[in-house]
């Protein structure tokens, strides 16, 4: 079946599915300046009572696989109106660099 195909035209699959998969490859990166910029903000504002993602307070509602990562959006809500005694962060929702950098670095080290 494949003998019937040119082989530039294979050549030119071939190229294509290697680029394909560079360029996928390429955008799921962890990007490493929005990590750290993720980590910072993480440890300033949560770590206190989500020391390593775990939940100090009430255990049994970590960050670790919390439905609240499901998308940014989820995510966003929660934090400009989370159950006392969780304190509110519009100062991070407002700011999109700021809050796409900490849902990337909880995704990357908690989501599910
Ligand atoms: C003063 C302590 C405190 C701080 C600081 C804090 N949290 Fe929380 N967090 C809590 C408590 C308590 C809960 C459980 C709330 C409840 O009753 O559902 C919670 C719940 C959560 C949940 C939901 C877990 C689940 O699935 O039920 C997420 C996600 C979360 N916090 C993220 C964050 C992030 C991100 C930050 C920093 C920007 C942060 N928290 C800062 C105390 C805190």
């Not at 294509?16 to 440890?43: M, Q």
């Not at 960050?63 to 100062?91: A, C, H, R, T």
Request: with cysteine.
């Amino acid at each position: 079946m494949f003998k019937s195909i040119p082989l530039s035209i294979k050549l030119f699959i071939l190229l294509f599915v290697i680029n394909a998969i560079f360029v996928v490859a390429s955008y799921s990166k962890p990007n490493l300046e929005t990590f750290n910029r993720g980590e910072k903000i993480f440890k300033a504002n949560c770590s206190g009572c989500h020391l390593n993602g775990q939940n100090l307070i009430k255990a049994d509602k970590p960050i670790i696989g919390s439905l609240k990562l499901k998308s940014k959006g989820v995510l966003k809500k929660f934090l400009e109106s989370p159950p006392q005694p969780m304190p509110k962060y519009d100062n991070i929702t407002s700011m999109d660099a700021q809050f796409d950098s900490l849902y990337e670095y909880l995704i990357m080290l908690m989501g599910k």
